[in-house]
């Protein structure tokens, strides 16, 4: 009998597990409830998924894993109908980025020993199934929540599975999971929808502001372009956590506002300077959450063929690019044309074939 997976929920994370088992386990099972009948008719037509079902039903019996991958809230009121079909060999999980609800709705129903709560720390502004991708989750951390009540030789098993996805999982205690994702993930992605807001509130009639947003204020707010529905779901979940951390930023916020309006030169600096080596601090590898960009600037005439040229220079030598593009305001950077790769490899090799053309490359 060949192994059967789960997935409730087929949008960009639950696409990119399954694309991954896909990867992996060609031979498994793999079927696939989603309330949008579009993306299970494209899942089926990629050969993705065996099943199609239109409802949660006897599909998902003998099922080895099954993956709630709803927003967070829909997770939580699948669990009472999944709960017929879970047996001892079935492990339940979900990649939701909040976990204190859907564990308290585990131990009411009294299906503790079968869940894991999942969170894979990977994703993208872009949401749905035709945005998911097997290399996803690939280096990115999975934090993983088990409860008290499942054994140990599940959580090995689990634990075991995800790192076979190419994953690298971390176990974690729901509540505590919580309030790190809140700091580290929650935060960031209020703090850009309200900048991106306040920019939105404070432009001049002719849109200048948006015409010259620079390359930082686009990385910071990038996230702002997230689904409102999974970030509606995630800050009534994890309300509490939020409003308090939210509290706490704003501490930190009137902090810096106070040295400002005082004009303590130091203290300004000693601000800056604690964030940036903090911030400097942080492992920018592949595997951290904060992933490294492998990218270089390059000066460039504008003159038709320019970008194709340097394309093409590089293509002759093997050299992949992921992402290129003119440099409009270059306040804080170096260079017209940013040229973005896929490794670090790649990236010094560019440097140096470019700079053997006589190009004027900027590393950083």
Partial sequence: MRTKIGFIGLGLIGGSIAKAIRQYYP?????AFDKNKETLALATQESLIHVAATTIDDNFKNCKYIFLCAPVSYNTAYLPQIKPYLDDECILTDVGSVKTNIHTEAERLGIEEYFIGGHPMAGSEKNGYPNSKAMLIENAYYILTPTKK???EKV???SAFVESLKALPIILGYEEHDYITGVISHLPHIIASTLVNFVRKSDTPEEYMKLLAAGGFKDITRIASSSPTMWQHICS???????DI???YIGDLTSIRTIIENNSEQGIYDWFDRSRNYRNSIPENSSGPLKKSYALYCDIIDEAGGIATIATILASNNISIKNIGIIHNREFEEGVLRIEFYDSTSSAKAAEMLRKYRYIVYER
Wanted: proline residues 0%; negative net charge; aromatic residues 10%.
């Fill in 237 to 243: 979940k994890n309300r509490k956590n939020i409003v």
């Fill in 150 to 152: 499942i054994s140990k």
């Fill in 156 to 158: 090995d098993e689990y």
């Fill in 246 to 248: 939210i509290d706490d």
């Fill in 27 to 31: 031979d498994y099972q793999i079927v």
